[in-house]
């Protein structure tokens, strides 16, 4: 059922369960999401289930069919490419607003999700490294300090976790993150938001080789 973290309701854990499943592939594109069934595996009542299945629907990793289930969503090219063009308006504004900040709080947050994310590589352990990464992007538009470019990318962090889960280079991401951060650290927003164009188009080019992308 995954770790329990404090103070977490039954259904925020059940989203969280599920979407780092459907992240890992556990649950294939096109599987079905039976609040029955989920309740049972889960040990907890169909509401919670019910409630993290729309969470999960309003992050575009679901698809709602009947009233009491849903299918994993097979995300397409099309889908991968759009997700970029958004992360490529958005980024480079993002890390510049972080390095011109250089928040302190949120430089020691981005230096503990890039610390495991370089662990993970380095063991070769894909799922850690590819939850670190994704846990590395939040940490940097949470140190843009911008309330609005925050909600906005909580809105497709979903779909970028599940991106961020497709890819087997595990290196070159981690090696892209650690240029992001120190140009962040060092305050040097140009620089930053060079390298985050850059990252993203190194993005762009793996999108062409996915994992488990549908087309």
């Known amino acids: 059922m995954g770790d329990r973290i404090e103070d977490e309701s039954e259904s925020a854990r059940a989203a969280r369960v599920l979407r780092e ?76 607003r972080a390095a011109e900040r250089r928040d302190p709080g949120a430089l020691r947050r981005m230096k503990r999700c890039l610390d495991t994310q370089g662990r993970a590589t380095a063991r070769e352990d894909a799922t850690a490294a590819r939850r670190a990464a994704a846990d590395f992007h939040e940490a940097m538009t949470e140190a843009g300090g911008n309330s609005l470019l925050t909600e ?15 890819y087997d280079d595990l290196q070159p991401v981690y090696d892209e993150h650690r240029e992001l951060y120190l140009a962040i650290e060092a305050g040097d927003a140009k ?14 080019a793996r999108a062409r080789k996915p994992r488990r992308v549908q087309s």
Do not use: C, K, Y
């Not at 906005?152 to 497709?166: E, K, V, Y």
């Not at 938001?193 to 993005?203: E, F």
């Open 21 to 96: 499943q459907i992240v890992d592939g556990i649950r294939t594109p096109g599987s079905r999401l039976v609040e029955r069934d989920l309740a049972a595996e889960l040990g907890i009542s169909r509401v919670p289930v019910r409630e993290a299945l729309h969470t999960l629907a309003g992050e575009g990793l679901a698809v709602p069919r009947r009233n009491s289930w849903m299918t994993v969503r097979a995300f397409t090219d099309r889908d991968v490419d759009e997700l970029n063009e958004v992360r490529l308006a958005l980024e480079p504004v993002t890390v510049r």
């Open 191 to 204: 620089a930053a938001a060079t390298l985050a164009r850059r990252h993203l188009r190194s993005a762009m």
């Open 152 to 166: 906005i990318s909580a809105s497709l962090a979903g779909r970028m976790r599940w991106l961020l889960g497709q």
